[in-house]
């Protein structure tokens, strides 16, 4: 199924120059990991704790953005740039579902949603994530299915800030958004555990 994680190709070309210039610079994939996790922590506590005023919300859109940026150089720093290592790979799939939580959290306390629909989406997507992770452990390629992946998530959670912090507040007809990403990520679990049998089959 379509997803904004298949445009991933050309959103590299891009920042492939920039890329190289990190790596002769000596910045690592796992620092540039790492500092997009760190990131990501802070401005989800602060949305959540400190509830700003409504156009604080725009931070979010734009750091979405430059974590989607930031996943892509991690990701060439390390295939490309030679700087693949185990730990790298237990960074890369446990920041990002920190992140995604950190960064999802904030909205439970928004109307119209709530803990429960907002904690609901946290939770299917860290399943999500295993879902695609365990493909190399079956024998199977890590699967990225959509619909409703990460930059998906990031996508739709960017658009929602940038509608409160243009707006000042979101419509109550909203309220059936998060019942229906976690329908979207369920079929997500499924077309990620199908794929990986049918990849493990066909070989």
Known sequence: MLSIYDIKPWFQALLRPLTQRLAA???????VTLTAMFISVAI?????IAQPAPAAWLVLPVWLFARMALNA???MLARELGQQSTLGAYLNELTDVISDAALYLPFAFVSPFGALGVGLVIWLSAVSEMAGALGPMVGASRRYDGPVGKSDRAFVFGA?????GVAGSLPAWLGWLMPLMALGICLNIFNRVRAGLAEVAAR
């Open 44 to 48: 989800g506590l602060w949305l959540a």
């Open 160 to 164: 929602l800030g940038l509608w409160l």
């Open 25 to 31: 610079a000596r910045v690592t994939a796992n620092a």
């Open 73 to 75: 150089i991690d990701g």
